[in-house]
């Protein structure tokens, strides 16, 4: 069936280092793809987004990658830092819009 | 602006009571969505609201129903509790109504005991 699945359940990094969250999906209707953020007690927050005609979109300190071939996403996190730590989830969204699928859920450490 | 607000925070309930749960999206958005959120399962999604109708349903038992208000407000509401809808529930808000960027409230920590 559909899924979104992450490869990896921890990640901890160097702060200063560069850290890298893989995702990969299944579905290949689905035409735009979103990162979260969630932190400790609190519901999760919008990071950045692409849609599928792209395979490329940066922000602040973050950049999105999507590989369509493969099915693959990724989040590079540039310059993390301490405030980065959290659990980051990517998710899908179905053809029409209105179902978001959500990954498993990657658990980035920083340390000092 | 105010983000997306649930109420309550927390909740204790016992198996076989019912609970309904209130989320107050972002001003002007009108699409609200209801997730459901365990360590075991991740976040799955319940269903979305777009002025005052259901859009989609995701794979949970009747006992899990919705509704949306005028206003846009929504409540969620879980009849027959069991231990297993012990969770996080939670709401996000979109103003687009095909909702993609959604806005997330910090949800009510359900526990059934």
New interface residues.
């Given amino acids: 069936g559909e899924s979104v699945g992450l490869h990896l359940p921890t990640l901890s990094v160097q702060e200063g280092d560069n850290s890298i969250i893989n995702c990969a999906y299944s579905n290949s209707a689905s035409d ?1 793809f ?1 990162w ?1 953020k969630q932190e400790s ?6 990071i950045i ?1 692409i849609r599928s005609n792209m395979d490329k979109r940066q922000g602040q300190r973050v950049t999105v990658l999507l590989n369509k071939t493969v099915k693959h996403l990724s989040l590079q996190i540039a310059a993390t830092q301490p405030g980065d730590s959290a659990v980051y ?1 990517c ?1 899908e ?1 179905e053809t ?10 990657t658990r980035l450490f920083v340390k000092a | 602006k105010a983000g ?1 607000t649930q109420t309550p925070r927390y909740l204790i309930k016992t198996r076989g009571q019912q609970v309904t749960l209130s989320c107050s999206p972002i001003s002007g958005h009108r699409s609200v ?1 209801w ?1 459901q959120q365990t360590p075991g399962q ?4 319940l269903f ?1 609201y777009f002025s005052e109708t259901q ?2 349903k ?1 794979n949970f038992p009747g006992r899990f129903s919705g509704r949306q208000f005028s206003n846009s407000r929504s409540e969620m509401n879980v009849s027959t509790l069991e231990l297993g809808d012990s969770a996080l529930y ?1 709401c ?1 808000s979109s103003l687009e109504q ?10 009510t920590r359900l526990t059934v005991t």
Avoid: M
Avoid at chain 2, 42 to 45: D, K
Avoid at chain 2, 98 to 107: L, M, R, S, T
């Fill in positions: 735009y979103i979260y007690g609190k519901g999760p927050q919008f987004d989830f998710a969204k029409g819009g209105f179902k978001t699928i959500f990954g498993a859920g | 997306v969505s997730y991740g976040l799955q999604f979305e859009r989609n995701g939670l996000a095909i909702a993609y960027e959604q806005y997330f409230g910090p949800g």
